[in-house]
């Protein structure tokens, strides 16, 4: 049974900085897209950024470009989100999804919080 774990939201001060983390496991394919997703509050769920299993990340939404980062470790067939220069629009519940063998999954989602 194919599992995401995310871990790393939190309430952070704008301008500040937190690690996403999601964790994969349950299949054994090595061909994968990892993505990040996040949704605001009465607002529909939006793309921030996806990764593959080869070669650098494909483009970020606009909204984070430039203060947002995805990496992946294969090894551990985990995803981060590196977000640096935070602000309070970018609070929202951030979920991970996983493309595989033709489906896709979802995390549970993290919350992440910007304020003052």
């Known amino acids: 049974q194919v599992q995401l774990v995310e871990s790393g939201g939190g309430l952070v001060q704008p301008g500040g900085s937190l690690r996403l983390s999601c964790a994969a496991s349950?299949?054994?394919?090595?061909?994968?897209?990892m993505s990040w997703y996040r949704q605001a509050p009465g607002k529909e769920r939006e793309f921030v950024a996806t990764?593959?299993?080869?070669?650098?990340?494909?483009p970020y939404a606009d909204s984070v470009k430039g203060r947002f980062t995805i990496s992946r470790d294969n090894s551990k067939k985990t995803s981060y989100l590196q977000m640096n220069s935070l602000k309070p629009e970018d609070t929202a519940e951030y979920y991970c999804?996983?493309?595989?063998?033709?489906?896709?999954?979802w995390g549970q989602g993290t919350q992440v919080t910007v304020s003052s």
């Open positions: 999804k996983l493309t595989v063998t033709g489906r896709e999954y």
């Open positions: 349950g299949f054994t394919s090595s061909a994968y897209i």
């Open positions: 990764i593959p299993v080869i070669g650098s990340s494909l």
